[in-house]
């Protein structure tokens, strides 16, 4: 069974920058395509970022983040990163890490991909 656990979020201030992180185990993270996904009270849970399988030469963002957030992975680690810079008042939500360790053949953005998901680390960004 996939385990993922977030951690890093927090109370920043408008501009300012964040990283979020997510270790996971159970399975060799290698084989896993990785996303961020976050959700806004009273809003639909929505992609954010996402990584393809072993050296995540494949990456896809939201337009609402592409230019701010960057995804990585350390497979060494077993982590995937997100980096946020910019930040803005409308990134606040509860940012979840999902992962697809069956070579799902989908879109990273598609939320139906991932059969494994965090609890979730909330980002407040204050106006």
């Known amino acids: 069974q996939v385990r993922l656990v977030e951690s890093g979020g927090g109370l920043v201030q408008t501009g300012d920058s964040l990283i979020l992180s997510c270790v996971a185990s159970?399975?060799?993270?290698?084989?896993?395509?990785l996303a961020w996904f976050r959700q806004a009270p009273g809003k639909e849970r929505e992609f954010v970022a996402g990584i393809s399988y072993y050296q995540g030469s494949s990456t896809a963002y939201s337009q609402s983040v592409k230019g701010r957030f960057t995804i990585s992975r350390d497979n060494a680690k077993s982590t995937v990163n997100l980096q946020m810079n910019t930040l803005k008042p409308e990134d606040t939500a509860i940012y979840y890490c999902?992962?697809?360790?069956?070579?799902?053949?989908?879109?990273?953005?598609?939320?139906?991909?991932?059969?494994?998901w965090g609890q979730g680390t909330q980002v407040t960004v204050s106006s």
């Open positions: 159970g399975r060799a993270f290698g084989s896993m395509a």
């Open positions: 999902a992962a697809d360790d069956q070579f799902t053949a989908a879109p990273l953005e598609t939320s139906a991909r991932y059969d494994h």
